[in-house]
């Protein structure tokens, strides 16, 4: 039977990440949106309270917390700031994760140290312009080259890529240019560790405050021209590239979800605020039964994506199959978030269309959690090919 009362390492976890939340993010939020990025202390200082390196294993400096607890700290954090939440999410759950779950025992003790503290910051480069959702057709290569190998291509929409210090890269080994068997995509993929001071790494275009959301988060162009790399600095083997993709994605779509219940939170709580103290007609809005109606849409959507969230955490900590289940828990909470929001924005009326409160903000941040780690209609035919597997 499932247990829903937290224990008290995971309340205590909770509190730190509200707490840290209240101090040093809420006050400031809004001045990094217009700044367009998180300074880099901030970053630092969840490294020092054990926030950033959570997941990560004790070993490698992390608290080696399981997956709801890490959905519990994701949530806070996407009240507080999402930009600050992806920041999060591609540190620990794309960067971390993968070395961790697929890098030897030197690769682990070389990178994760540093990122759990926040001294050094990790990226993950999978998308490219001509491959979102369809990753299997990029055109990165890695050309094998004195007990190495040399990366070229671009990579697009890199979450913190132009912050990073190392970023993990997926390529296609073999020559560039060269023709392969499109049915066979997945044997020549590989992932490699890339420092982003060498020779032949650069950024392109960077995205900051020009963006919809998001905008105290940098999303850059990442750019490979004959960039060597060791041999060591592949993690597995050839081959394993898009085994590794897609175990990551799961722990990245895990943290978008309980972000973005995050995010409906903060929209409801500033909405039940707004309608206790607003009045209208002598009365205060919350009075109003179609207010009230959208109060209790909102705290209904908020609810069922948490469980959902709760669910596939779960499932990860019994070491079940849970590709399903997170797939389910990211569209319905990417969906519901969009919904609340706009509720939110709603209630708030005029006031709401206004930089001056908030809830504009969660509206903004809102739409990307039904496009970045799968689109919402990728998670659709996730789900339904699933179901006929069955």
Partial sequence: MVDFELTQEQEMIRKTARDFVDKHVAPNVEEW?????????????????????APIGEDYGGAGVDDLTYALLTEELGAGCSSLRTTF???????????????DEEQK???????????????WALTEHESGSDAKAMETTATPDEDGYRLNGKKMWISDGDRADYVVVFARVGEEGSSYDPSDKESQLAAFVVET???????????????????????AELITNDCWVPEENMLGEIGDGW????????????????????IARAAYEASLDYAEDRE???RRIGDFQLVREHLAYMHQQIETSRLLVWKAAWMADQGQDNAQAVSTAKLHAAEAVMDVTERAVQVHGGNGYSSEYPVERYFRDAKICGIYE???EIHKVLIGGEALDR
């Fill in 197 to 219: 001071e060498r020779e032949g790494f650069s950024t392109g275009t960077v995205m900051g405050n020009d963006k919809l959301g998001l905008r105290a988060s940098h999303t």
């Fill in 280 to 282: 209208a007609f002598g």
């Fill in 243 to 262: 085994d590794i993709a897609n175990a990551i994605l799961q722990k990245g779509r895990l943290s978008v979800a309980a972000g973005a219940v995050g």
């Fill in 33 to 53: 949106e217009e700044q367009g990025e998180i300074p880099d202390e901030v970053v630092r200082e969840a490294g020092k309270l054990g926030l950033l390196g």
């Fill in 89 to 103: 999410s591609v540190n620990t759950s794309l960067f971390g994760n993968t070395v961790e779950m697929f890098g």
């Fill in 109 to 123: 003790q070389r990178y994760l140290p540093e990122i759990c503290t926040g001294e050094m910051r990790g990226a």
């Fill in 374 to 376: 799968g689109t919402n």
